[in-house]
């Protein structure tokens, strides 16, 4: 579990298929704390930790995470949002993340508002549901709270959030441009709800 609060942004080192995707993944986490087989969210997909070094740590990313995630974070210079687990009596600063990616979305709008950006994303039409104003997403693994959401002309559904000055400093979310593809995951409590409302209507 995760809460979407970014630790630190780190940078993939190499990329090397093997059976899996492996990443060696620079990052500025103290590694004597991180433990071989410890949960890591990269961009909001979690990763495990299968190899270290002194500024390193190595994860596989599964073929089927590569295929459910933005492609784009999978290669070398890339830069991720990192985050290690929950742990029991730290501080839930955003919301619970699972660290399972339920979609990719595109950025489609970006423009300034205040000093802040106010930033729109096209996501698929069945997360539609799943997503509220003044509800919590995670975007690259960042906790956002949602500004609005509705259905688009498209078939897809548009969601807004804004992006403040100290979360674009510390994210790589200061970095989107229109046409980017990101990692989205909805509430889990609204994953649920609707799964049992599906469930209900058979």
């Known amino acids: ?30 590694m004597d704390g991180v433990d071989l087989g410890a949960s890591v969210a990269c ?15 190595a994860v596989d ?14 290669r070398e210079g890339a830069r991720l949002n990192l985050e290690r687990s929950l742990r029991l009596g730290d501080e ?10 339920d979609a990719v979305g595109e950025v489609v709008r970006i423009r300034p508002e205040g000093d802040s950006k106010r930033v729109g994303i096209s996501v698929p039409r069945a997360l539609g549901p799943m997503i509220a ?31 403040i000055p100290h979360t674009a400093q510390h994210t790589t979310l200061g970095e989107l441009a229109q046409g980017q593809q990101l990692n989205v995951e909805v509430d889990v409590l609204a994953r649920y709800i609707d799964r049992m409302l599906a469930a209900r209507s058979q």
């Open 1 to 30: 579990m995760f809460t979407g609060i970014v630790t630190d942004v780190g940078t993939v080192r190499s990329a090397e298929q093997r059976g899996d995707l492996r990443l060696v993944i620079e990052s500025g986490y103290d």
């Open 43 to 57: 961009s909001g997909a979690c990763l495990t930790v299968v190899d270290k070094g002194d500024d390193w740590f």
């Open 61 to 74: 990313v599964s073929g089927e995470t590569v295929s459910k995630t933005a492609a784009d974070h999978w």
């Open 92 to 101: 839930l600063g955003g919301h619970i993340v699972t660290g399972h990616v």
């Open 133 to 163: 104003a003044k509800g919590s997403i995670a975007l690259e693994g960042v906790s956002m709270t949602v500004n609005d959401v509705c259905d688009a002309e498209d078939g897809t559904t548009h969601v807004s959030v804004n992006v």
